[in-house]
């Protein structure tokens, strides 16, 4: 079982250029159905098999895609979120690194109220091992269909975490990046929420960062609605105060947003957090006694 | 990125935000000059990028020529201390000259702009207790600091205006003066795409009419690149040199006071998730480095060029996950590096993912003494330990 992608998905990709076409096709080669792609300007043509259309709301009426992919570079990401809402795709992950912040929130404001779900910006995307669909940028060869959830706000470190799994033979059932910056859609505790309702998940791992309280909310919920075993790490526990650590949103800024808190709020809430990014899988092995 | 309290106060005068009038001074002389242009007294203020500067001595009046001429003087070339700069303080090299503003009968309040991450929307911040740190009022008396939050599709109405004025308990006589302040500093915040702007104190004068005292202005970094008159402000001095010099590769560096284990990584949450372990393993990381997704081998060798700038490494922990960025590639860059650039210190790697094996043969075969590790703990207790031995 999986949360969100799957065997039904039929992924649109937004921004076919060089990046959006070298992981469209990543995408196809792990499974997923990729049924074209959306550059302004080259419908009706094709690139490595691909059809191209010149809006969302075309590729949506001749292929049926229900889920998109945007690649579009900054300055027309949030017009890309928004122009996938409106043409009713029903979840949009955001690949795109570097999206300013008041565009992510007349974006979010567009999705208010819209059937859309958005994943991301700045994030590696989500996957589905069991169901061979991978949407996004994330190396597939790692994984292994199971049933662990994973939600993080970083890329390679998710990585990390699912080679580890995967190594000691604790598969996933999805693995969701949420990005990296200020604004997101699906934050934390929205994935929890979906993990915590698909039956095909029996433990969750929760990666978070500095910054921000997306992680304090996360444990609250875990808290009151959580019965399956959650496993938290948080990056940063090391890092300076009023520094933006690459991600837009990894600033501890006034005080707030250290490691610290987040580790003991979500100690709190019963997680079963590590202190060492290196313990994650072990740690997974230990609470499902493997 | 940041930017002095003169060029943010010139950026909210330009939406009509009503600020003291003054000038910037880069030398003495200039100083004295600005002070006779504006009319005695006058206030010096230091400027740098860090808050805290009065109680740190960076702030005075002067009341005569002869008075700004010392005080000029001695700010110029300071090493300014605050809380804000941490123990090796920041030199001063510009100085604001400006009006003095009469404090008699004045109130200080504080009002803010930002982006409040939960909501996704932003939100206005008002105080009616300024000129103290917002985080002391708000540890100390969280009802004291109201909020408004704007709908992006309106923007921030008058009668959101009138709420905060109304608490921040301004007369009704100056509510129209009020409102219109709070919207310019919107419009600004809106107009110039700030992650942040901070008017700390906001002067309510004796006559009733406001003034930004102080200023704050930071700019979202991912919107720059449609404010190229925006870029003009950044004041390199105020950075570290290997940062600005990261910058320009398109890497992600930040240096850490202290630290002795170098480590290049690539993601922004594994970089800072093999600081953790450096730490945890008994060592203290040198700098945060994020070569980024696809680095490539010139990149890996400029990242090396940037670790080894720093005096204080001992050893350099590289720790790779190969998703886009193949391993053979990592380890090209590598052997490039350390043959180009003599590395003197030990160096060990941490490679995973695609193309792990070749990169692994490319390493053991360049005939250089790496060490290698297979996983992050092993990689961070054989680095803290050649770091140690370094010493």
């Known amino acids: 079982m999986s949360v969100l992608v799957g065997r039904e998905t039929r992924l649109l990709v937004q921004g076919m250029g060089k990046h959006g076409t070298f992981h469209a096709m990543g995408c196809r080669e792990y499974g997923t159905t990729v049924v074209g792609g959306v550059t302004p300007g080259k419908g009706g043509t094709t690139v490595e098999g691909f059809p191209l259309f010149d809006s969302v709301t075309e590729a949506v009426r001749k292929t049926g895609a229900n889920v998109s992919v945007v690649f579009v570079p900054p300055p027309g990401a949030a017009d890309a979120i928004m122009e996938a809402a409106d043409a009713g795709i029903t979840l949009v992950v955001a690949i795109t690194e570097g999206v300013p912040t008041l565009d992510m929130v007349k974006a979010s404001a567009f999705l208010e109220g819209r059937k859309t779900r958005l994943i991301g910006p700045n994030c590696p995307g989500i996957i589905s091992p069991a169901e061979k669909c991978k949407v996004g940028i994330m190396p597939g060869h790692i994984h292994k269909g199971g049933g662990v959830g994973v939600v993080s706000r970083s890329g390679t470190l998710t990585y990390e975490a699912v080679h580890q799994l995967t190594t000691l033979g604790i598969g996933q059932s999805t693995c969701i990046g949420i990005g990296g910056d200020p604004i997101i859609g699906t934050r934390h505790v929205d994935a929890l929420k979906l993990f915590n309702e698909d039956p095909g998940t029996e433990a969750i791992v929760m990666i978070g960062e500095i910054g921000g309280t997306d992680e304090e909310e996360a444990a609250a919920y875990v808290r009151q609605q959580v019965k399956k075993p959650v496993v938290g790490f948080i990056a940063g526990q090391t890092a300076p105060p009023g520094r933006r650590m690459g991600h837009a949103g990894a600033i501890i800024s006034g005080g707030k947003g250290t490691a610290e808190e987040k580790m003991k709020a979500m100690a709190d809430a019963g997680v079963h957090v590590v202190r060492s990014p290196a313990d994650i899988g072990a740690t997974v092995a230990r609470v499902l006694k493997r | 990125m940041k930017i002095h309290e003169y060029q943010g106060k010139a950026v909210l005068s330009s939406f009509g935000v009503p600020v003291p009038r003054g000038k910037v001074a880069y030398t003495v002389a200039e100083a004295v000059e600005n002070a006779k242009e504006l009319g005695l007294p006058v206030v010096v203020k230091a400027q740098i990028h860090a808050g805290g ?59 803010a702009a930002v982006v409040d991450r939960a909501k996704g929307a932003p939100v206005i911040m008002a105080s009616a207790q300024g000129g103290v740190e917002i985080e002391e009022v708000a540890a100390r008396d969280p009802g004291a600091i109201l909020k408004e939050t704007i709908e992006p599709a309106v923007g921030f109405q008058p009668f959101q205006a009138r709420k905060l004025a109304f608490g921040l308990g301004i007369p009704a006589a100056q509510l129209a003066r009020a409102s219109a302040f709070m919207q310019a500093v919107y419009r600004a915040f809106e107009a110039v795409d700030a992650s942040m702007v901070e008017i700390n104190p906001l002067l309510a004068l004796r006559d009733g009419s406001l003034i930004a005292l102080d200023a704050k202005v930071n700019f979202d970094d991912n919107a720059l690149y449609r404010h190229p008159e925006l870029k003009e402000l950044r004041d390199f001095d105020e950075e570290d040199p290997l940062e600005v010099e990261a910058s320009k590769h398109s890497l992600n560096y930040i240096k850490l006071e202290g630290g002795t284990v170098g480590c290049m990584v690539n993601g922004a949450g594994l970089a800072m998730a093999t600081m953790d372990i450096i730490k945890l393993a008994g060592g203290s990381p040198a700098n945060f480095l994020d070569v980024g997704g696809g680095a490539s081998a010139e990149q890996i060798k400029n990242a090396f060029r940037i670790l080894l700038g720093d005096r204080e490494v001992k050893a350099v922990l590289i720790n790779i996950f190969g998703g886009i960025l193949r391993c053979d590639v990592l380890a090209e860059g590598v052997i490039a590096a350390v043959r180009d650039l003599g590395v003197g210190v030990p160096v060990v790697i941490r490679m995973k993912g695609n193309n792990e094996d070749k990169g692994k043969a490319m390493l053991r075969d360049s005939g250089l003494n790496f060490t290698t590790a297979d996983d992050m703990t092993e990689a961070a207790q054989k680095v803290v330990a050649a770091a140690g031995a370094g010493q």
């Open chain 2, 53 to 111: 500067r009065g109680k740190a001595g960076g702030v005075k009046l002067a009341r005569t020529a002869d008075e700004v001429e010392t005080v000029a003087k001695t700010m110029l070339g300071m090493v300014l201390r605050t809380h804000q700069t941490g123990p090796e303080g920041r030199v001063v090299r510009r100085l604001l000259i400006e009006q003095g503003i009469d404090l008699e009968g004045a109130r200080e309040m504080y009002l």
